[in-house]
């Protein structure tokens, strides 16, 4: 359920959480809400997600839109009875029957009870004192919550359950099954672990511009999914033109999302998630968003000229892609004071993480943005020159070509 205020209209979370859903192939019912409000406009809301390809049944689409106020309670019901009627058209259906399973909404560690999950029972029932599997844990319920704190000693299908006796704690998202046997539990949760162990061993291997050709003569590639970040809308827009007079026979490109800004952690995860690449023209990658993409081995690349960004685009399509130059962090230096001399202008600066080398490539970013890339002139401690200046020391910098 995408809830929109009918005042406000469609934000940038609003497309981002729009491309999610839609990386997941889920549906989506929109709840057009604040229509109390004076400043509402449900025509023009309906209209802007109109053309993010969510056009309202009543304009003739296939989204259901339900106009809502949470503050007096309108249009609540009629967003219930839309949620049951599109779990019909679903055909969603469960047997109670049957031993339960479904998956993990999240999990915590409770310092007096230890592991706590909170799970939804999608099929089958689940019973106090079953033997449960969930990713590579296992367990018996010792213990049944409902969403009031109330215990209780079954869950049914559709039914959200906190629950206490799992070995560990498993990640958001997990599928979790009802044993018959402890035993089966214990050995097929020691499997999983030692799978777990392999996986981590092997390195990841995700969406990358490299083996592009090689996916689609391989035929594993029909659709490439993009991600696009710019520092203005006016580049965005001739970033899509561009790419759309991009014609290949073999795979076509979709842009999943798009945005204004720096790449930030949500660009990065929607990327592994939908199996996309990340492009960036004249924005910087966060720092949260640079770890992530180390951990998780996500290509992410960043232009300042649109051409060359568009160029390796079609010469990935065509095998003919240059090697990727790649840049490793050394250091990062804040600039305190500047100071004008006969000399130049030198930079006063503190060195906040690693250490600046003299003879290293360097960046100057201006918020958020980078202004300059090229080499230091001088590196100075005092009076003196040196060779590097480590974390948490003061120096001066001068640079080619920048003043």
Known sequence: VLVVAADDGVMPQTKEAIAHAK?????IIVALNKIDKPGAEPDRVKKQLGELGLVPEDWGGKTITVPVSAKTGE????????????AQMLELKANPGRLGRGVVIESKLVKSRGPVATLLVQNGTLHLNDNIIVGEYFGKIRAMFNDRGVAVTEAGPSYPVEVLGISGIPEAGEKFYSISDEKIAKELAGKRQDQVKEHAMQPIKRMGLEDLYAQIKEGKLKELNLILKADAQGSLEAIKESLSKIVSDEVQLNIIHEGIGNIISSDVILAVA??????????VVDEAAKDLISREGQDVRVYNVIYELINDIKSALEGML????????MGRAEIKKVFKLSSGTI???????GSINRHNPVSIIRNGREVFEGELSTLKRFKDDVREVEEGYECGMTFKGFN
């Not at 990386?23 to 549906?27: D, F, Q, T």
Request: glycine letters at 10%.
């Open 23 to 27: 990386a997941a192939g889920v549906s």
């Open 75 to 86: 249009g609540i019901d009629a967003l219930l009875e839309m949620i049951l009627l599109e």
């Open 274 to 283: 939908s199996n996309a690449l990340v492009l960036g023209f004249n924005v």
């Open 322 to 329: 240059a090697p990727k130059l790649k840049k490793v962090f």
């Open 347 to 353: 930079a006063g600066c503190l060195v906040s993480k």
